[in-house]
């Protein structure tokens, strides 16, 4: 967890979401990638602008966190496409920022530029 004068540096910014507060960088991404649930996936959906997660949201969503956990790194994007069976067109069309800035986000990945 970044110290208060780190939070400070590097521009990072609490919100509150589902009753608890979740730090998150500049650009939206969760910092602490172990604060990620489901449930905090739904409020950043419907603050994105997805009202609700469809089944193609989660099976995406489900596939780069646990690939994330078990690897310690975002899945390819091919890797996604295989894994879902969808176009890489059809996952970027459902997440507003595309796969980086929208269902990495949603997933709580790191920031790309911060790996």
């Not at 009753?19 to 449930?39: A, C, H, I, Q, S």
Request: glycine content about 10%; charged content about 30%; proline content about 5%.
């Amino acid at each position: 967890m970044p110290t208060g004068e780190q939070v400070k540096a590097r521009g990072y910014f609490t919100r509150t979401l589902e009753g608890r507060d979740v730090l998150f960088d500049d650009e939206g991404f969760l910092v602490n990638p172990e604060d990620w649930t489901e449930e905090l996936a739904e409020a950043l959906a419907r603050s994105s602008g997805i009202a609700e997660l469809t089944e193609l949201h989660w099976r995406v969503l489900r596939f780069m966190r646990n690939y994330y956990v078990q690897n310690g790194r975002a899945p390819l994007n091919r890797e996604i496409r295989t894994e879902t069976g969808e176009s890489i067109m059809e996952i970027e069309r459902v997440f507003p920022g595309g796969i980086r800035g929208g269902a990495r986000r949603l997933a709580g990945l790191p920031n790309p530029k911060s790996c």
